[in-house]
């Protein structure tokens, strides 16, 4: 079952697409929770990157507004 080592499979379902059964390998969003992780990582490096403003508005639009998301991800 290729389902489970995917990042995005929880309790029976995708949470990153409306489907009802999972792809595995071949659905163009499977990847590990390892590699998932390690992306966003390095997607909060970036963001770290950008001026203030820029910073502020894309983890208010996209993270909720929670600024720590990017003091606790170590790069």
Partial sequence: MMEQHCFAYR???????????????????????????EEQKKVFARIRLMDPASRKNIMTLYYGGKMSLLDETEV
């Fill in 11 to 37: 309790n029976g379902n995708c949470k990153a697409l409306k489907i009802r059964r999972c792809q595995g390998e071949g659905c163009p969003f499977f990847k590990t929770k390892a590699r998932a992780v």
